[in-house]
């Protein structure tokens, strides 16, 4: 059983800083790619990032150069660091786990899901 639970989500000023987890249970965050999404208000669930299991990274534009992933294997965890925030970051922030086929930064593309943190940037 996979299960994925996301935290260390909060409110910040723009141009501040938030490091969000992903604690995995039942699945070795090694073992294949994972990633973060996030679904604004009223707006569809959006690839912002992934990591493959040897370690390779991939951005959605809108965040490349500010945010990164990143995984602890000790730890089963893992992280999006996010830097200079802007307030179209806010979101809920996923974390999938188990890729299937297709795109890497679709939602589709994964099997397991947490239940989200909410970010939000205020200016």
């Known amino acids: 059983q996979v299960h994925l639970v996301e935290s260390g989500g909060g409110s910040v000023q723009a141009g501040g800083s938030l490091r969000i987890s992903c604690a995995v249970s039942g699945y070795t965050v090694s073992n294949g790619d994972m990633g973060w999404f996030r679904q604004a208000a009223g707006k569809e669930r959006e690839g912002v990032a992934r990591?493959?299991?040897?370690?390779?990274?991939r951005y959605a534009d809108s965040v490349k150069g500010r945010f990164t992933i990143s995984r602890d294997n000790a730890k089963n965890t893992l992280f999006l660091e996010m830097n200079t925030l802007k307030p179209e970051d806010t979101a809920m922030y996923y974390c999938?786990?188990?890729?299937?086929?297709?795109?890497?930064?679709?939602?589709?593309?994964?099997?397991?899901w947490g239940q989200g943190t909410q970010v939000t940037v205020s200016s």
């Open positions: 999938a786990a188990v890729y299937t086929d297709g795109d890497s930064l679709a939602p589709a593309a994964y099997r397991y």
């Open positions: 990591i493959r299991n040897y370690g390779s990274t």
